[in-house]
């Protein structure tokens, strides 16, 4: 059975930093394509950041330079760094898992809560 857990989301005031990690089992994420998708109330699930088999790296452009998406093979978890957060990035983010081949991911996450908020 598999399985993706998010942890590290919680509150934070603006300008401040979150790890969110996405721990696997039952899939190695290293040869999966993973991916952290956010949605925010109102608003349509959102692609954040992805990070494929070859580990190439892509960012919705209100991410680039803030965010970082990083797989530990070791550990079987993908990590999200979450750094000079706005009110806007808040969000329940979820962590996704695409096998080879496939358009759209098979896999996801129950989600974790980012709040950003003075």
């Known amino acids: 059975q598999v399985q993706l857990v998010e942890s590290g989301g919680g509150l934070v005031q603006p300008g401040g930093s979150l790890r969110l990690s996405c721990a696997a089992s039952?899939?190695?994420?290293?040869?999966?394509?993973m991916g952290w998708y956010r949605q925010a109330p109102g608003k349509q699930r959102e692609l954040v950041a992805t990070?494929?088999?070859?580990?190439?790296?892509n960012y919705v452009e209100s991410a680039k330079g803030r965010f970082t998406i990083a797989r530990d093979n070791a550990k079987n978890i993908v990590n999200l760094q979450m750094n000079s957060l706005k009110p806007e990035d808040a969000a329940l983010y979820y962590c996704?898992?695409?096998?080879?081949?496939?358009?759209?991911?098979?896999?996801w996450g129950q989600g974790t809560q980012v709040t950003v908020s003075s």
């Open positions: 996704s898992g695409r096998g080879w081949g496939r358009s759209t991911p098979e896999y």
């Open positions: 039952g899939i190695n994420v290293r040869i999966y394509a």
């Open positions: 990070i494929t088999i070859g580990s190439r790296t």
